[in-house]
C-alpha cells in the first residue's frame, strides 16, 4: 500500500480525503498542503451566517484544528504547490522545496473569475471565496451603505439577502436577462426578483458592468450609460477551476480534471477531487464540473477509499442549496433549457417546487421550503423516471408515491 498521500489543497474535498483515508485504517502518512491559512473549512457559511456575523469561525472548520494532530494528518498550511513531477513522483512548492508522494490527491477547487474593466482594481471591489475575503468587509454591511452587488447567481443573491438585513442599501447588477440565468427555470428566475426587490434590492437585469471609478476607492459602478453609487462593491461571476497543475503535468483537462467515477486522473496514481473535476454523472447522463459541498465530500471520500483499496464508485444526483431570506431552495439534479417545467405547491405561499421533465422523464427539482420534495426527488432523478405530470403537478401527491409511469 501507498506510503505518503499528498493532498493540494486544503478545501473541504482536500480535507475530506484525509479524514476518511484515517477513517478507513490508512495509517501511512498523510500530507495536506494548502495556500490558505485555514484548516479546511466549509465555505457556504461565507454567503449566509458568516457574513451576517451569526456564526464563529470556529463553526465553518471541518474538524477543529486539534484533529489533524491527533489523527496525525500533517497540515502544511500558507504552502503553495507550483509544480508536479509525474515521473519522479514529486511536488514542488513555490518556495523551492520538493516533497515525494505515493498517490497524490489534487483538491485544488477554484477561484473566483474577476473583472479586468478600468477601475476594477480599486479599493472597495472585491470578491467573494475565503475567510479572508469576507474579513475585508464584513464590517461594511453596515446600516445604511451602499452595496453594488456585481452578478445575481447564487451568492450574489446571499449576499444581497444578507446585506439587505443589516439594514444596507442593495443593488444587484446582472447582465443577463434574469437572475440565477443558467441554473433555474424563468419562473424561478422572477420569483427570485420578486422576493428581493419586495425586500428592497434594487435589480438591474441586462446591465453588465464596464468600469467603477473612484477617487481613493470605488465610488460608482458604471454600467454602460449608468451609473450606480456604492461604498462597497462585491463581485460574483463564478469561479474558474484550478487546473493548471494538471495541465503542466500532463493530465487530462477539459474544464476540470478529467476523472472517473473513483475520482482517478489520466495517471493511476493521481485523483483529483471537488469543483477542480470534470466527472462522469449517470444520473444526468454525461460528464460534469459541479460546484457543491456534496460534491466536494463525496469525491473526496471516493479518493480515499480507492487509495485504500475499498472502491466505491461516486454517481450521485448533484445536489446543491441556496439559503436568502426565509427561503431554503434545494437543488436536485441538473436542469437545462428547453425541459418541461411543472410548479407544484404554492408561490404565493413561498413553498413550492419546479419539477424538470425531459422526454417525459424527472430530471430536477428546485425545492423551495419544500424538504420531503428534495428528499424524495433523489431517487426519481437517480432512475431518470418517466412520471406523470398531472400528479407531479399535485402537491398533495408525495413525490415518493409517484410511481414510475414507465
Ligand atoms: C460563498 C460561497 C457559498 C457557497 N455556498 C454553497 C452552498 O450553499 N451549497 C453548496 O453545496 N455549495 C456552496 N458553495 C460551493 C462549495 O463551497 C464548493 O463547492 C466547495 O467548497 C468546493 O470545495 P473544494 O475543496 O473542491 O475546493 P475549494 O473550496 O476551492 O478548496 C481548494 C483549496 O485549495 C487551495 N489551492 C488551490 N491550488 C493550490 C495549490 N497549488 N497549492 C496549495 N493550495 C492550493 C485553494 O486556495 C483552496 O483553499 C459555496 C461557495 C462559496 C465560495
Request: with cysteine; proline share 5%; aromatic share 6%.
Amino acid at each position: 500500500m501507498a506510503n505518503t498521500i499528498l493532498i493540494v489543497g486544503a478545501g473541504e474535498a482536500g480535507g475530506q480525503s484525509a479524514i476518511v483515508l484515517r477513517q478507513s485504517g490508512f495509517d501511512g502518512r498523510v500530507v495536506i498542503v494548502g495556500d490558505e491559512t485555514y484548516v479546511p473549512y466549509e465555505r457556504p457559511p461565507l454567503s449566509k451566517a458568516y457574513l451576517a456575523g451569526e456564526a464563529p469561525l470556529e463553526k465553518m472548520f471541518l474538524r477543529a484544528p486539534e484533529f489533524y494532530d491527533t489523527q496525525k494528518i500533517e497540515l502544511m498550511l500558507g504552502r503553495r504547490i507550483s509544480a508536479i513531477d509525474r515521473g519522479a513522483r514529486t511536488a514542488r512548492f513555490d518556495n523551492g522545496d520538493s516533497l515525494a508522494f505515493d498517490k497524490l490527491v489534487l483538491a485544488t477547487g477554484g477561484r473566483v473569475r474577476t473583472l479586468s474593466c478600468p477601475g476594477a482594481t480599486l479599493p472597495g471591489v472585491h470578491y467573494l471565496r475565503t475567510i479572508a475575503d469576507v474579513a475585508a468587509y464584513r464590517e461594511r454591511l453596515a446600516a445604511g451603505a451602499r452595496i453594488a452587488i456585481v452578478g445575481g447567481g447564487y451568492i450574489g443573491l446571499e449576499v444581497a439577502a444578507v446585506a439587505t438585513k443589516r439594514g444596507c442599501a442593495v443593488t444587484v447588477l446582472e447582465a443577463l436577462p434574469l437572475v440565477l440565468n443558467r441554473v433555474v427555470a424563468p419562473e424561478v428566475s422572477r420569483f427570485y426578483m420578486d422576493v428581493h426587490r419586495g425586500a428592497g434590492v434594487a435589480i438591474h437585469t441586462e446591465t453588465a458592468v464596464t468600469a467603477f471609478t473612484g477617487t481613493s476607492r470605488v465610488e460608482h459602478v458604471i454600467c454602460g450609460n449608468s451609473r450606480f453609487p456604492a461604498d462597497l462593491v462585491i463581485v460574483g461571476i463564478g469561479i474558474v477551476p484550478n487546473v493548471e497543475l494538471a495541465k503542466d503535468a500532463g493530465l487530462a483537462v477539459d474544464n476540470g480534471i478529467v476523472v472517473d467515477e473513483f475520482t482517478r486522473t489520466s495517471d493511476p496514481d493521481i485523483y483529483a477531487v471537488g469543483d477542480c473535476t470534470n466527472h462522469p454523472s449517470p444520473s444526468v447522463g454525461g460528464r460534469l464540473r459541479l460546484e457543491s459541498v456534496h460534491n466536494a465530500l463525496a469525491q473526496g471520500k471516493a479518493a480515499a477509499l480507492h487509495i485504500v483499496g475499498k472502491a466505491e464508485a461516486y454517481n450521485e444526483v448533484p445536489w446543491f442549496w441556496s439559503d436568502q431570506y426565509d427561503l431554503k431552495l434545494q437543488m436536485t439534479g441538473i436542469s437545462k433549457p428547453g425541459d418541461t417545467v411543472v410548479i407544484r405547491g404554492s408561490m404565493a405561499d413561498r413553498k413550492f417546487s419546479a419539477c424538470y421533465l425531459r422526454d417525459g422523464r424527472l430530471v430536477a427539482v428546485n425545492a423551495i421550503n419544500m424538504a420531503k420534495d428534495f428528499i424524495q426527488s433523489k431517487k426519481l432523478i437517480a432512475a431518470r423516471s418517466v412520471v406523470d405530470p398531472l400528479r407531479l403537478a399535485d402537491a398533495s401527491v408525495p413525490l415518493k408515491d409517484l410511481a414510475p409511469v414507465a
